[in-house]
């Protein structure tokens, strides 16, 4: 259900099966790291420049998590949230933030592979890399003869639409008042257009390609539900269909952040297990529908406390910080409802790893869940099958 700005490049077709998560499986991520992508106390992270991983096995179905920090202030050590799917040898992108693209080589996976970028919303520190998968990366083969496909398809919120009120009582700027809500193929166009200069010069020089060409964007059309950007943004609804090429089913649902519509949790059922993004959400009866019975949940978690104890956050970003995300001790009864065997932990914040330990994330999380917690960590691995 996408509105397509160019032929679409998915084939109709049904998943041909499904196996439960192995819960056996170890998971091989940065730095030795195992038993689903969760860091040995005291193992260090991946440093910058290492080499990249070992390849990702095309045999089967392999979650990646590129980057697990939420933004859009920048850290150190972690990379902006971005994830990828392998199934199969081919890979399924989901948001691509703060360097996503070299994240993705380093995690062993090869560009040739790309198959579709979903964006769950259009917030920067979810699509600040976004432009580079267009530009950079479908540019042309590296030095090691690796280069994305073209065309490639992306998935993503269409227009808002309205912009919303202000929190506050005081009327707040508006950047490019004449057109304030742009979509993804507006984000795209626009992205392209800003750089034209460096396109148009690589085109003259050594024959470059119209990076236009280079992506298929399909803005998702939301089923009449009733959702408003100006006031219901994610009312009750169930799963729709977004893709489906005969290898994976890619389904979605709405989901409260904030002021932001809008805002997308999505669910991908592969042969091998069903994995669910759940972007950026407070808690959400829409998410605990959509992960109904799948394998692996990867959720956003935010630690409240933290913030609530630090000084110099005003009341404004406190009430955000509450509305639009999921404190940790929520995330482990909501996988509990889903039914989930395994929930990894997303898009955490504070980001920074020395402020909030593996531990404590993970202790946290466990409770109300009776299935597996995982602390994802920057390119760690959780096989499927």
């Known amino acids: 259900m996408t509105k397509p700005s160019g032929r679409p490049v998915e084939a109709e077709g049904a998943v041909s099966r499904r196996r439960l998560l192995g819960a056996s499986a170890a998971a091989v991520g940065a730095g030795g790291v195992a038993a689903l992508g969760a860091r040995p106390a005291g193992a260090a992270a991946a440093e910058p420049g290492r080499d990249r991983l070992s390849a990702v096995p095309r045999d089967g179905s392999v979650l990646c998590l590129l980057g697990t920090a939420g933004g859009p202030p920048p850290v150190t050590t972690r990379a902006g949230t971005a994830s990828a799917l392998s199934v199969h040898g081919r890979v399924y992108v989901v948001d691509c933030g703060r360097s996503a693209v070299t994240q993705y080589g380093r995690a062993g996976l090869r560009l040739r592979d790309l198959a579709a970028v979903f964006l769950t919303h259009l917030h920067i520190d979810h699509i600040a890399d976004y432009g580079n998968f267009v530009l950079l990366a479908a540019h042309g083969p590296n030095d090691v003869g690796d280069a994305v496909p073209t065309p490639f398809a992306v998935h993503g919120p269409g227009p808002a639409g309205a912009l919303p009120p202000d929190h506050g009582s005081t009327t707040p700027p508006t950047v490019a008042p004449a057109e304030p809500t742009p979509g993804t ?102 998410l605990v529908r959509l992960a109904h019975g799948a394998d692996v949940l990867v959720h956003e978690v935010i630690d409240l406390d933290f913030y609530r104890r630090s000084s110099g956050y005003s009341p404004a970003l406190l009430r955000h910080f509450a509305e639009a995300h999921t404190d940790v001790a929520e995330v482990g009864p909501i996988a509990e409802r889903s039914g989930v065997s395994t929930l990894v932990l997303d898009h955490l914040v504070p980001a920074d790893t020395f402020l909030v330990s593996d531990a404590s994330w993970r202790r946290r999380a466990q409770k109300g869940f009776s299935g597996r917690v995982v602390v994802g960590g920057d390119l760690a691995r959780i096989p499927l099958c």
Do not use: C, Q, W
């Open 185 to 286: 193929r507006e984000l795209t166009l626009k992205s392209l257009e800003a750089t034209a200069y460096s396109s148009n010069i690589f085109n003259r020089e050594s024959g470059a390609a119209d990076p236009r060409t280079r992506v298929r964007v399909h803005e998702i059309d939301i089923p009449p539900v009733g959702a408003d950007p100006l006031s219901d943004r994610a009312p009750d609804m169930e799963p729709f269909s977004v893709m489906d090429d005969g290898t994976v089913r890619v389904s979605a649902i709405l989901v409260p952040h904030g002021l932001v519509y809008p805002s997308f949790a999505y669910r991908f059922d592969t042969p091998d297990g069903s994995v669910v993004f759940s972007g950026d959400t407070a808690p959400s009866d829409n």
